[in-house]
Nanobody, 125 residues
Framework: QMRLVESGGGLVQAGGSLRLSCAAS????????MAWFRQAPGKEREFVAG???????IGYSDSVKGRFTISRDNAKNTSLQMNSLKPEDTAVYSC???????????????????WGQGTQVTVSS
C-alpha cells in the first residue's frame, strides 16, 4: 500500500504561480512512477504531468507544456511547479502512483493504482 497526500493548492490570480507537493508513505516510493492529474467541474479527470521511477522520463499534456514542471526527490516527494496560471487551469489536482514496472510515462487514469485525495487550485481572471 502507498498513501499519497497533496498540499499547496489555493487561490491565485491569472499569471501567478503555485507549487503543489505530494508526500508518499508506505510502499517503496522509488519503485513507483508518479503523475499529476486534474479534474474540473463537469469534466473527466485528465493527465497533467508524469515522471518515471528514475526521473529520466517526463511527460506533460499539451495544455501545460512550457508552464508546469514536475519533479521528484529521494525523500518521497513529488512536486508540480505551476507558472503562468490560467483560469482554465482551475481544477482539483491529484497525484497518483504506478508501482508496476513500465517504460515511459503513462497518461491514462487506469495506469495508476494509488491516488491522493486531491487539492483545489482556483485561478481567477
Amino acid at each position: 500500500q502507498m498513501r499519497l497526500v497533496e498540499s499547496g493548492g489555493g487561490l491565485v490570480q491569472a499569471g501567478g504561480s503555485l507549487r503543489l507537493s505530494c508526500a508518499a508513505s508506505g510502499r517503496t516510493f522509488g519503485s513507483a512512477a508518479m503523475a499529476w492529474f486534474r479534474q474540473a467541474p463537469g469534466k473527466e479527470r485528465e493527465f497533467v504531468a508524469g515522471i518515471s521511477r528514475s526521473g529520466g522520463s517526463i511527460g506533460y499534456s499539451d495544455s501545460v507544456k512550457g508552464r508546469f514542471t514536475i519533479s521528484r526527490d529521494n525523500a518521497k516527494n513529488t512536486s508540480l511547479q505551476m507558472n503562468s496560471l490560467k483560469p482554465e487551469d482551475t481544477a482539483v489536482y491529484s497525484c497518483a502512483a504506478d508501482p508496476d514496472v513500465r517504460a515511459g510515462v503513462r497518461r491514462r487514469v487506469s495506469d495508476y493504482t494509488y491516488w491522493g485525495q486531491g487539492t483545489q487550485v482556483t485561478v481567477s481572471s
